[in-house]
């Protein structure tokens, strides 16, 4: 796959949660092997979140 691509797919949350899964299940790989995934999941979660939350709001403010 071309770097362009694979630096592209960090932005996906499947991309982490894979090697994430991988570690844990086929190494049994601790937290502290793992945390770096679990770090990206949860920025992307929480810029997600954010960003719905924004959307919500903005819809609840034009039915009102």
Partial sequence: MPELVQTIMLAAPPAHFVKLAQAILFRGAG?????????????????????????????LATMV
Avoid at 38 to 55: C, D, E, T, Y
Wanted: hydrophobic content about 65%; aromatic content about 14%; proline content about 3%.
């Fill in 31 to 59: 937290l502290s092997v793992v945390w770096p995934q679990f770090a990206a999941l949860a920025v992307i979660g929480a810029v997600l979140f954010s960003l719905s939350l924004a959307r919500f709001r903005k819809t």
